[in-house]
Nanobody, 120 residues
Framework: VQLQASGGGLVQAGGSLRLSCAAS????????MGWYRQAPGKQRELVAV???????NYADSVKGRFTVSRDIVKNTVYLQMNSLKPEDTAVYYC???????????????WGQGTQVTVSS
């Protein structure tokens, strides 16, 4: 299973970015897709997740500013980030919980990470 993320970059505070992440490979079923982030010197933290049924969960720090969505047909997850703040600066990692050939059921798979930098 491969996850290819894109859409990171440099933006001024108050600006917007949209991240995308497409999952490919021998995937039989996906339960959840989402995003984590890791800032320098900090632990990786959940940003947002969306389940197969469309339920979403967000970190308190991004509620009302970020929106996670998913294209089930394309196995792609998106993160629309608005009103960005300097504290949102981090490497953003997409992940999926999936059933895939050659892996235990409902394994977690991770993308390579994409840098988001918000300048003040």
């Amino acid at each position: 299973v491969q996850l290819q993320a894109s859409g990171g970059g440099l933006v001024q505070a108050g600006g917007s970015l949209r991240l995308s992440c497409a999952a490919s490979g021998s995937i039989f079923s996906i339960n959840a897709m989402g995003w984590y982030r890791q800032a320098p010197g900090k632990q990786r933290e959940l940003v947002a997740v969306i389940t197969d049924g469309g339920s979403t969960n967000y970190a308190d720090s991004v509620k009302g500013r970020f929106t996670v969505s998913r294209d089930i047909v394309k196995n792609t997850v998106y993160l629309q980030m608005n009103s960005l703040k300097p504290e949102d600066t981090a490497v953003y990692y997409c992940y999926t919980e999936a059933v895939a050939a050659g892996h235990p059921a409902w394994s977690d798979f991770w993308g390579q990470g994409t840098q988001v930098t918000v300048s003040s």
